[in-house]
């Protein structure tokens, strides 16, 4: 027997998939998560997974997981005490940023958070022009007098991002070099070595974060590693990037930052491979769990990255997967606020105490409390019936915090909070659909997490979607996708060059640099030269504009792919801003490399099914359900997925309960079970 585990680790919940290669049976489970420390609910969720299913750790062959640990300590501020090295004149960097307010008429907005100690930027005589050239020599004994001051201040990471190192990190290297020679303890990040590329203060924002979280994660994983070891699974574990691929331990302390949105990505790279099984290449994800709501466009089969995103305000300059996350959870409270309005979020009541009906100790009433009353949840038990709920703790969490505060009887509050939280989603899809210009009529709705099922067809009906999948383990798709995903590295150069045939030469050697340097990562992962690609694009604009385009090209540089992608950016260009100018002299300014290394995946063959449109199952029971913007309850049919087969038929009002989540097909849409066991359902035209 050998063994795939995946793991994806919620605010609320943490999830496992379990593929036996053998006999190609994937399970599933879900455990409370602990966010006091995560590598608890996964170790808990590890020794159950051995006992139940009698697997010998040492058959167990590939371990991965996502985790929130970077995302949590940047949320919360609990990160290593930092310090900045930069050249003379430039420590106020981070303070000053881009010179523009987010919110120029809120007088009482908040600037981010600082990830630096207090007083710890530290300035150094040394300078390397534009060209790469060096004007000024680095002065090491300053250096060094720094180095004896992070010392005595007790810094735990230091971040070095000198001026355009990106293109010369001599200093950068020797900085690094020289403070680790005096303070070996010290975790250090250089920026040429995460962020070789231009933009000065999107380069230090990063360096910083990730400096930041260095020490955490370094903690965290080589703590995971030793309790993996300690049950005698014999595999190094591999950690989720935010670009849907995997790493290492070892990558994974290197570059942290890279792990920032590692949960939601995983979840990504699933719903991508449920897709294909539905025939499908465009779609918009829906990840709804208990603490947020993550949405993702997927087109031609891919999903979009972001070469940068602001993280708890600050700028992170690397490879993420393009996705918008809100505050709306299952465990996310509801209140009214002082002018009397209903909302709900962003805060989550998360694992502990989690929503009033997990009978735990949560008081306030949350989205999950809201479905209860609504009936579209099972009022006794969940998770398979493994885990009680009081209806009575929900109402009463409802009518004291928001009856009380209102006019509204209980059923309008807790259709109310339904209403309000899926708007919430519901802004947060057009922002990755309508307003970048795509017809979401045109993609299915993809749902998935804990509580994305439960949301998802009146979501869709509000964004005139006609179509949503529901995978056959939604609540768990992530830890799915984790075994889904590959190794890949990023890489990146920056040297401006216009786009010509006379840039060849030096265009070339950089794609060629980047490969080789592509190979080696692929090398340390032990990737077989046959599971190799490598992906090429170039980041251009027309001259004197200040932002570019990234646009793929098909092999490193020749006369024919530098015309094919020169005509491909004014296309771009056109279809993003309503025109080109082929007469425009074309810049390129960024150089990207994705090497990628294909590892072993499950196999999910087929149901087979003995005939079609066979009799339903008997129903669990027939319960009353008040539907979002209905004024009568409707007797509701619940059915047990688990008996459900392929060519089953279900028109709704339907519930289907299992596991790790709980769908629900509103009256008006019909559901149809395919040769995966996923649920395709289709809002019926009237």
Same mark, same amino acid.
């Given at each position: 027997?050998?063994?795939?585990?995946?793991?994806?680790?919620?605010?609320?919940?943490?999830?496992?998939?379990?593929?036996?290669?053998?006999?190609?049976?994937?399970?599933?489970?879900?455990?409370?998560?602990?966010?006091?420390?995560?590598?608890? @609910?996964?170790?808990?969720?590890?020794?159950?997974?051995?006992?139940?299913?009698?697997?010998?750790?040492?058959?167990?062959?590939?371990?991965?997981?996502?985790?929130?640990?970077?995302?949590?300590?940047?949320?919360?501020?609990?990160?290593?005490?930092?310090?900045?090295?930069?050249?003379?004149?430039?420590?106020?960097?981070?303070?000053?940023?881009?010179?523009?307010?987010?919110?120029?008429?809120?007088?009482?907005?908040?600037?981010?958070?600082?990830?630096?100690?207090?007083?710890?930027?530290?300035?150094?005589?040394?300078?390397?022009?534009?060209?790469?050239?060096?004007?000024?020599?680095?002065?090491?004994?300053?250096?060094?007098?720094?180095?004896?001051?992070?010392?005595?201040?007790?810094?735990?990471?230091?971040?070095?991002?000198?001026?355009?190192?990106?293109?010369?990190?001599?200093?950068?290297?020797? =900085?690094?070099?020289?403070?680790?020679?005096?303070?070996?303890?010290?975790?250090?990040?250089?920026?040429?070595?995460?962020?070789?590329?231009?933009?000065?203060?999107?380069?230090?924002?990063?360096?910083?974060?990730?400096?930041?979280?260095?020490?955490?994660?370094?903690?965290?994983?080589?703590?995971?590693?030793?309790?993996? +070891?300690?049950?005698?699974?014999?595999?190094?574990?591999?950690?989720?990037?935010?670009?849907?691929?995997?790493?290492?331990?070892?990558?994974?302390?290197?570059?942290?930052?890279?792990?920032?949105?590692?949960?939601?990505?995983?979840?990504?790279?699933?719903?991508?491979?449920?897709?294909?099984?539905?025939?499908?290449?465009?779609?918009?994800?829906?990840?709804?769990?208990?603490?947020?709501?993550?949405?993702?466009?997927?087109?031609?089969?891919?999903?979009?990255?972001?070469?940068?995103?602001?993280?708890?305000?600050?700028?992170?300059? =690397?490879?993420?997967?393009?996705?918008?996350?809100?505050?709306?959870?299952?465990?996310?409270?509801?209140?009214?606020?002082?002018?009397?309005?209903?909302?709900?979020?962003?805060?989550?009541?998360?694992?502990?105490?989690?929503?009033?009906?997990?009978?735990?100790?949560?008081?306030?009433?949350?989205?999950?409390?809201?479905?209860?009353?609504?009936?579209?949840?099972?009022?006794?038990?969940?998770?398979?019936?493994?885990?009680?709920?009081?209806?009575?703790? @929900?109402?009463?969490?409802?009518?004291?915090?928001?009856?009380?505060?209102?006019?509204?009887?209980?059923?309008?509050?807790?259709?109310? =909070?339904?209403?309000?939280?899926?708007?919430?989603?519901?802004?947060?899809?057009?922002?990755?659909?309508?307003?970048?210009?795509?017809?979401?009529?045109?993609?299915?709705?993809? @749902?998935?997490?804990?509580?994305?099922?439960?949301?998802?067809?009146?979501?869709?009906?509000?964004?005139?979607?006609?179509?949503?999948?529901?995978?056959?383990?939604?609540?768990?798709?992530?830890?799915?996708?984790?075994?889904?995903?590959?190794?890949?590295?990023?890489?990146?150069? +920056?040297?401006?060059?216009?786009?010509?045939?006379?840039?060849?030469?030096?265009?070339?050697?950089?794609?060629?640099?980047?490969?080789?340097?592509?190979?080696?990562?692929?090398?340390?992962?032990?990737?077989?030269?046959?599971?190799?690609?490598?992906?090429?694009?170039?980041?251009?604009?027309?001259?004197?504009?200040?932002?570019?385009?990234?646009?793929?090209?098909?092999?490193?540089?020749?006369?024919?792919?530098?015309?094919?992608?020169?005509?491909?950016?004014?296309?771009?260009?056109?279809?993003?801003?309503?025109?080109?100018?082929?007469?425009?002299?074309?810049?390129?300014?960024?150089?990207?490399?994705?090497?990628?290394?294909?590892?072993?995946?499950?196999?999910?063959?087929?149901?087979?099914?003995?005939?079609?449109?066979?009799?339903?199952?008997?129903?669990?029971?027939?319960?009353?359900?008040?539907?979002?913007?209905?004024?009568?309850?409707?007797?509701?049919?619940?059915?047990?997925?688990?008996?459900?087969?392929?060519?089953?038929?279900?028109?709704?009002?339907?519930?289907?309960?299992?596991?790790?989540?709980?769908?629900?097909?509103?009256?008006?849409?019909?559901?149809?079970?395919?040769?995966?066991?996923?649920?395709?359902?289709?809002?019926?035209?009237?």
């Amino acid at each position: 027997m050998r063994y795939m585990i995946g793991v994806d680790v919620g605010g609320t919940f943490t999830d496992f998939s379990v593929f036996d290669s053998t006999t190609k049976k994937l399970t599933h489970y879900k455990r409370s998560s602990t966010p006091e420390d995560p590598s608890l @609910a996964i170790m808990e969720g590890m020794y159950q997974i051995l006992e139940e299913q009698d697997i010998r750790p040492e058959d167990v062959f590939y371990l991965a997981h996502g985790t929130t640990v970077a995302t949590n300590a940047l949320i919360q501020g609990r990160g290593a005490k930092t310090a900045l090295v930069t050249t003379k004149g430039f420590k106020d960097l981070m303070e000053i940023g881009w010179q523009r307010r987010p919110s120029l008429y809120d007088l009482h907005k908040q600037k981010p958070q600082s990830m630096l100690a207090l007083g710890q930027r530290y300035e150094v005589n040394e300078r390397i022009r534009h060209d790469g050239s060096v004007k000024l020599p680095l002065d090491e004994e300053e250096v060094r007098s720094i180095a004896q001051a992070l010392k005595r201040a007790r810094v735990e990471s230091v971040a070095v991002c000198t001026l355009f190192s990106f293109l010369n990190p001599v200093h950068e290297r020797r =900085i690094k070099e020289i403070i680790l020679e005096e303070c070996p303890e010290v975790y250090v990040t250089a920026s040429h070595e995460l962020i070789p590329e231009f933009r000065e203060y999107s380069r230090m924002s990063t360096t910083v974060l990730n400096a930041f979280l260095g020490p955490v994660m370094k903690q965290y994983v080589r703590n995971f590693e030793h309790k993996v +070891s300690a049950v005698g699974i014999q595999v190094a574990p591999y950690v989720t990037q935010s670009n849907g691929s995997i790493i290492s331990i070892s990558e994974t302390i290197d570059c942290p930052i890279k792990t920032a949105v590692s949960g939601p990505s995983a979840g990504v790279i699933g719903a991508i491979y449920i897709g294909k099984q539905c025939e499908t290449e465009q779609l918009i994800t829906f990840d709804m769990g208990g603490t947020s709501a993550d949405v993702c466009l997927i087109d031609n089969g891919e999903a979009k990255l972001s070469n940068e995103r602001l993280i708890e305000g600050h700028p992170v300059r =690397i490879p993420m997967i393009d996705i918008i996350t809100v505050g709306a959870g299952g465990g996310s409270i509801a209140f009214i606020d002082s002018g009397g309005a209903l909302k709900v979020g962003p805060i989550s009541a998360g694992a502990r105490p989690g929503p009033a009906c997990y009978m735990l100790g949560g008081e306030d009433p949350t989205v999950t409390d809201a479905n209860l009353i609504l009936g579209k949840l099972n009022p006794r038990r969940i998770l398979g019936g493994t885990m009680d709920v009081d209806r009575g703790l @929900a109402e009463a969490a409802i009518r004291d915090k928001i009856c009380a505060n209102s006019s509204l009887t209980i059923n309008e509050a807790a259709n109310g =909070i339904i209403s309000v939280v899926n708007s919430n989603m519901v802004r947060a899809i057009r922002l990755i659909s309508v307003e970048r210009g795509y017809d979401v009529r045109t993609f299915p709705l993809m @749902a998935f997490g804990g509580a994305g099922p439960l949301h998802a067809c009146e979501v869709a009906e509000e964004m005139g979607i006609s179509s949503v999948i529901f995978p056959s383990a939604p609540g768990t798709l992530c830890s799915l996708g984790v075994l889904m995903a590959d190794t890949r590295f990023d890489l990146v150069r +920056s040297r401006i060059l216009e786009a010509v045939p006379e840039s060849l030469p030096e265009l070339q050697a950089i794609f060629q640099e980047l490969i080789a340097e592509g190979s080696q990562l692929l090398d340390g992962e032990g990737i077989a030269q046959v599971d190799r690609t490598f992906l090429l694009s170039v980041d251009c604009r027309y001259l004197r504009q200040n932002y570019e385009i990234n646009i793929p090209i098909s092999a490193v540089p020749s006369e024919s792919v530098l015309s094919k992608m020169c005509a491909d950016f004014h296309d771009r260009h056109n279809s993003l801003y309503g025109y080109s100018d082929e007469e425009k002299p074309i810049q390129m300014v960024n150089y990207r490399v994705s090497a990628i290394g294909a590892v072993e995946k499950p196999e999910l063959t087929e149901v087979v099914s003995e005939a079609e449109n066979r009799e339903l199952p008997s129903t669990k029971e027939v319960r009353d359900v008040l539907f979002c913007h209905a004024k009568e309850w409707l007797p509701t049919p619940i059915y047990d997925r688990s008996a459900l087969l392929p060519g089953h038929v279900l028109v709704g009002p339907v519930i289907i309960e299992q596991m790790d989540s709980t769908v629900v097909v509103p009256p008006g849409w019909e559901a149809v079970v395919d040769a995966h066991l996923n649920i395709r359902t289709n809002r019926k035209r009237v």
